[in-house]
Nanobody, 123 residues
Framework: VQLVESGGGLVESGGSLRLSCAAS????????MAWVRQRPSEGLEWVSVINTDGSTNYADSVKGRFTISKDDAKNTAYLQMNNLKPEDTAVYYC??????????????????WGQGTQVTVSS
């Protein structure tokens, strides 16, 4: 299993970025995919999940600003981030859940992880 994130970078407050997560080594369409972030000096924070049926959930802190999506044909998940704020500065990880757990907000739910991509939002 391999998950590779890309698309991070430095952006001004109010700007946008789109993160991508390219997956391989498993049947992508059958796994819920999530984005999890880690702010400087803080623990992992669940951000969003997209289920196998395309339904989505978001943390309150990003609801209305971030959009998760996926392309099963490309084995890729995305996170469109709009109206970025300095508090969104973090390393963003994509993660896969082999079990389709209902505990999608728990980071321990996710079995497979990418290496992360840095997002920095300047004020």
């Amino acid at each position: 299993v391999q998950l590779v994130e890309s698309g991070g970078g430095l952006v001004e407050s109010g700007g946008s970025l789109r993160l991508s997560c390219a997956a391989s080594g498993f049947t992508f369409s059958t796994y819920p995919m999530a984005w999890v972030r880690q702010r400087p000096s803080e623990g992992l924070e669940w951000v969003s999940v997209i289920n196998t049926d395309g339904s989505t959930n978001y943390a309150d802190s990003v609801k209305g600003r971030f959009t998760i999506s996926k392309d099963d044909a490309k084995n890729t998940a995305y996170l469109q981030m709009n109206n970025l704020k300095p508090e969104d500065t973090a390393v963003y990880y994509c993660a896969a859940d082999p079990w389709g757990s209902t505990a999608f907000q728990k980071v321990s739910t996710y079995e497979y992880w990418g290496q992360g991509t840095q997002v920095t939002v300047s004020s």
